[in-house]
């Protein structure tokens, strides 16, 4: 895992170096085992290491010998011992044991249609001196980030946003991107927060030369409306062979390798299959809350199934009042991320790092295999929506007594751009109305799917899922461990998110994924297969952290101090928000405490960006 930074002249002057140095230094954190830097003309890389695989051979920037080709990647490639050995067949000789050799030579043979063939998570900057082309590219699932600014005659890119500041990009705001994030609390690819940076979507590349940017995408998700029949029995045996493939693949490295585990379902079947199929003792960590209410802490969940699994096992034990360290998250928060996870996940990664460089995490399986509630509404909906037009509206309001919230509410859910607008944590107006009417007037109205193109298909629990995966997953919950896990120079993989296995759950039936109003089915008949009926069948907990508790608060300086800097006030209307803040406090009337814990957040990543 690394940190990628570089800089293209579309005017054909020297690249400059200086700003690529700047944004290096600024990816120390993602790389600190190596540093590096190329240049060509107008083109100019900079990178960070955290050696993971071929330890001694697999420095970048890397060039190859005898063709005008140079890369700067981050991130691994799991198939790349089979497309080694398929290269080798055809004559190539390498020079290194390095995935990023691989990735050049498929390149070298196959052009961009070389990203299609990776299996694995990346972000990708190479430079062909052929056609004069940088090409950039991001990994199917969009498990790593790439950011990248046309700045003046230059295009610059890197790993973290904050890196193509540190390069000289503006700071200025883009109101679509802040109004997104009040709603949603991300903000969605291509748009970022800030006016002049973009984030290239999963599953794209982005080429440039002297006529221009173009960008494609280069892979899509298998979204299957109405998938063939498959019985239990089948599906968890392929499920199963295609998670221990994906795992198997996932333990590729030179360092040791650990997992997240919460004890709940999916991770504690990540960490059952590395012990199985890793064939060396796995370290396994976990987060408790010491003096917690109720249902907060689950570190006695995690101790179970690591006794059961024969894990090496770690806790790391936090306040309930973890949140009091906030001030520890604005070096983590490169993008605003409206998740109160953030913090612990950064702690978490910090305390594994002490032994570990590697950790598989669970991330992907509630979007795959409909594990939150909300999926009940998308299926209820898919179901309603089938049924005869006339009997459609008595059918509607019995369903719509069975959940709570906007979703049953609104039941039923016509077109994807429904489930888009239903999901948002704050509506769109209610979000504008807290901003200053200048900066609120600037803003479109932001579709989550624009760059899909594909608001209006129909809705199903398939369209919602994938919708989910394109969107909350990849702008938020993969962003929230990425840049926790490698501000403390770790490497966070994800099994589920292997393509082969979205692929097959995608195109799975809704029963095998939802049965009898339970997510999960088809993979909780695999983990009961390993791990004891009670973890297997146990009910979804979220990553629980009290931040309600902590806005609400009076004696809160942290918030106090960040509701007063300049910066905030010029997005926001100071008046609302310090009403906001009594009514939390005090009582007196209904707030969107979630809208405020979002702008808390954001001012917290605006005073530091």
Known sequence: ?????????????????????????????????????????????????????????GHQPMSLAGAPLAIAF?????????????????????????????????????????????????????????????????????????YYALVGPALYFASELRALVAGGAPVDLDPSGVLDYLAYGCVHAPRTALASVMKLPPGHWLRVDERGVKIERYWELPVVSRPPKIGDGEAESRLEALLRAS??????????????????????????????EGGRPVKTFSIG???????????????????????????????????????????CLDEPIGDSAILPTLLLSRFAREQVKVVLTGEGADELFAGYGRYKAAYLSERLLRLPRWSQGPAAALARRLGKGRLFA???????????????????????????????????????????????EPHSLAQA????????????????????????????????????????????????????????????????????????????????????????????PAIDDLLRTPALAAAFDPARLLAMRRRLVEGGGPVDAGLFFRIVVFGLWLRDV
């Not at 024969?310 to 309930?320: D, F, I």
């Not at 504008?432 to 608001?455: D, N, S, T």
């Not at 695999?526 to 309600?548: D, I, N, T, Y």
């Open 247 to 276: 795992v198997r693949g996932q333990l590729l490295s030179d360092v040791p390798v650990g997992a997240f585990l919460s004890g709940g379902v999916d991770s504690s079947l990540i960490a059952a299959l590395m012990v199985q």
């Open 289 to 331: 809350f010491s003096g917690a209410r109720r249902g907060l802490d689950e570190s006695a969940h995690a101790r179970a199934v690591a006794r059961h699994i024969g894990s090496e096992h770690h806790e790391l034990v936090l306040p309930a009042a973890v949140l009091d360290r906030m001030e520890d998250l604005a070096p």
């Open 465 to 556: 899922l994938a919708y989910d995966l394109r969107t909350v997953l990849c702008d938020a919950l993969l962003m929230k461990v990425d840049k926790a896990s490698m501000r403390a120079s770790l490497e966070a993989r994800v099994p589920y998110l292997d393509r082969s296995v979205a692929a097959f759950a995608l195109g799975l039936p809704g029963s095998l994924k939802l049965r009898r109003f339970k997510g999960k089915f088809v993979l909780r008949r695999v983990a009961a297969k390993l791990l004891p009926a009670s973890v297997a069948w146990r009910r979804k907990h979220g990553f629980l952290v009290p931040w309600e508790e902590w806005i609400r608060r009076p004696d809160n």
């Open 410 to 456: 609104e039941l039923p859910l016509s077109t994807v751009r429904d489930w888009a607008e239903a999901n948002a944590h704050t509506p769109f107006d209610d979000a504008r109305a807290v901003c200053r009417p200048e900066f609120a007037a600037a803003a479109e109205r932001v579709e989550p799917l624009a760059w899909l193109h594909q608001g209006g």
């Open 74 to 146: 981050n991130g691994e490639i799991y198939n790349h011992p089979a497309l080694k050995a398929e290269l080798e067949a055809a004559g190539v000789r390498y020079r290194s044991r390095s995935d990023t050799e691989t990735i050049l030579q498929l390149y070298r043979r196959e052009g961009v249609r070389a990203f299609g063939r990776l299996e694995g998570m990346f972000a990708a900057a190479l430079w062909d001196g052929r056609a004069r082309e940088l090409v950039l590219a991001r990994d199917p699932m969009g498990v790593k980030p790439l």
């Open 1 to 57: 895992m690394c940190g990628i930074a570089g800089v293209l002249r579309l005017d054909g002057a020297p690249a400059p170096l200086d700003a690529v140095r700047a944004m290096r230094a600024a990816l120390e954190h993602r790389g600190p085992d190596d540093s590096g830097e190329w240049s060509d003309g107008p083109v100019a890389f900079g990178f960070r290491r955290l050696s993971i695989l071929d330890l001694e051979g």
